[in-house]
């Protein structure tokens, strides 16, 4: 990149993320040095903040790690890599430990022992949480805190990355800008080992619950320096969002539905049982997929939580209710609008069980990773704790495989800047032509108007990484002629015998366009 204005040499580990992938991996670091870069404040940033129903572990009495690793094997959809389920299911207790030590305040039942919520497709009640539905804005601000008085980690906010620095094949280091405008100025971090927690790509959807930085960036810049990135085709739509027409979208969490509460459509009709066995608690690609559909055929769709919550509502699930007493509803009386949005990427940056991706001195944990933990689809509550496991599993194989070296250069105080946003064309398309249902001639467009936007990128570094994260997306999505997971073809309804996971790089996507027209032709 040209015009560097300043060249920072780190001394040890640079962490690009501040949600729970980030500051974690930072803390599991210590004593080694970590500079972690962000664009917005530690213990508010990115989803992780934002997370409501809690955590998974097998900690509750009678239940076992070797369950929870059926239950996300069976979410998975055959796509799940069963070596990192098993280490993942069998360290999740430990990482909950390590978050009790650091100072959660997990909700306890009336012996002391951590309260344990129920959400879909868990065969068992085994989600830790926080005060009802404020799991994520805890361990954020328990996670910052910590980091912020641990003398090895460094923060530095409002710095927004746009490239990874690559030295004859390996990553060095990240280009990023601070201040806007005439006071923009880009800098150029060096570090011997750079770890992505960038989180997900929701934003790049119209409707979603993620937040803005949600963009795929992250991916994106790996992707264009050459990085493998595996099953991107398959994002989660969560089943309720609040239907209040916010960008972002405030999320009804599953553990709503978890206490009982039902689907209902206009006709104040459940529909969820003639859909699948479990009802209410079925897969959420099964449960987002019956609400697409009665509001495709006319309907409006409800989640009713008076008879099972009722009155307990505030203070069992205050974010919720302050959302929806906002829009003007009281779901103490009211059945609450909902509707499917963009929500989790189960795809991301290849890496193994220690979170190397394929660039050497690039690791990535978090929600940008593709650790094969989710296969096709994400079972409830695991995401928060891949970030914890393998944010642990990325500080023990840098401390072991890197040397601190000295800082050098002085950083500039991080000035305010606006975070450009996806193009509304960009957003619209995703979420028309790569949402719920796909089909090869939408696929095609949406990779014209991606092909489109990119002619008149002008080379801006941001819109190129949000642009690569999408086409990786829509490219294996049409790449797949089949229905599976997250991941739904009206043109291919059915889910083949046989299947892989989806390992491509950026090249890979690029060539897709031509089998994009094949596959549209009758
Ligand atoms: C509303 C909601 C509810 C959820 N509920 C749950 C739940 O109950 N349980 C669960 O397990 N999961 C839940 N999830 C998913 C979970 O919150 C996320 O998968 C997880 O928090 C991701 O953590 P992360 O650290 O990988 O990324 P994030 O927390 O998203 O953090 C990403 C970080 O990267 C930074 N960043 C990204 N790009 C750049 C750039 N170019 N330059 C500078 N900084 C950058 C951001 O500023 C941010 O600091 C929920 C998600 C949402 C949106």
């Not at 993942?88 to 100072?103: F, K, Q, S």
């Not at 969490?253 to 066995?277: D, V």
């Not at 194989?397 to 800082?407: E, I, L, P, R, Y």
Request: glycine share 12%; charged share 20%; hydrophobic share 45%.
């Amino acid at each position: 990149m040209n015009h560097v204005d300043n060249v920072i040499e780190t001394d040890g580990a640079l962490i690009l993320g501040a949600g729970i992938a980030g500051l974690f991996t930072a803390l599991k670091l210590a004593p080694f040095p970590a500079l972690v870069l962000a664009g917005s404040r530690p213990g508010t940033s990115g989803s992780s903040a934002w997370a409501q129903g809690g955590i998974a572990a097998a900690v509750g009495e009678g239940d076992d790690w070797r369950n929870h690793a059926a239950d996300t094997i069976a979410a998975g959809a055959g796509l799940c890599d069963p070596a990192i389920v098993d280490l993942v299911a069998r360290e999740a207790p430990d990482r909950i430990a390590d978050l009790v030590a650091m100072g959660t305040p997990f909700d306890r039942d009336a012996n002391g022992a951590l309260a344990l919520g129920r959400e879909a497709a868990h065969s068992r009640p085994r989600i830790v949480h926080v005060t009802g539905d404020r799991a994520g804005a805890e361990i954020s601000r328990t996670l910052a805190a910590q980091a912020l008085t641990t003398p090895s980690i460094e923060i530095m906010e409002g710095f927004h990355a746009v490239e990874l620095a690559m030295e004859d094949g390996r990553a060095v280091g990240l280009f990023a800008r601070h201040g806007t405008g005439a006071d923009a100025r880009l800098v150029l971090f060096k570090a011997r080992a750079v770890i992505f927690a960038t989180g997900g790509l929701g934003a790049l959807y119209a409707v979603t619950t993620n937040p803005l930085e949600a963009r795929g960036e992250g991916l994106g810049m790996a992707a264009r320096a050459g990085a493998l990135i595996a099953d991107p085709e398959f994002v989660q739509f969560h089943p309720t969002a609040i239907e209040i027409g916010r960008d972002p979208a405030p999320l009804a969490t599953e553990a709503l539905r978890g206490e009982g509460a039902t689907l209902i459509n206009t006709k104040g009709e459940r529909f969820m049982p003639a859909a699948h066995g479990d009802a209410e608690l079925a897969p959420r690609d099964v449960v987002a997929r019956a609400i697409h559909r009665q509001i495709a055929s006319g309907q409006g769709v409800f989640l009713d939580c008076r008879q099972a919550i009722g009155a307990n509502f505030a203070a069992h699930f205050p974010t919720v209710y302050a959302a929806c007493r906002s829009a003007g509803i009281d779901p103490v009386l009211q059945p609450i609008p909902v509707a499917p949005a963009a929500h989790y990427h189960m795809g991301g940056i290849a890496s193994d069980a220690s979170g190397r991706s394929s660039l050497p001195g690039l690791w990535v944990a978090g929600e940008c990773a593709a650790t094969g933990l989710h296969g096709a689809n994400r079972l409830a509550s695991n995401s928060l704790l891949e970030g914890l496991v393998f944010g642990a599993r990325v500080a023990e194989d840098v401390k072991s495989t890197v040397s601190a070296g000295t800082a050098q250069g002085q950083p500039p105080a991080p000035l305010a800047f606006a975070l450009p946003a996806p193009p509304h064309v960009l957003r619209t398309a995703m979420n028309r032509h790569v949402g719920l249902e796909r089909n090869a001639e939408g696929l095609g467009e949406a990779l014209a108007a991606i092909a489109r936007l990119e002619q008149t990128s002008g080379g801006e570094p941001a819109l190129l990484n949000m642009l690569a994260a999408a086409r990786l997306v829509t490219a294996a999505a049409l790449l797949r002629v089949e229905s599976r997971g997250g991941h739904w073809r009206s043109d291919f309804p059915l889910t083949q015998k046989i299947s892989t996971r989806t390992f491509m790089t950026l090249a890979d996507a690029a060539q897709v366009e031509g089998i994009a027209q094949r596959q549209a032709r009758p």
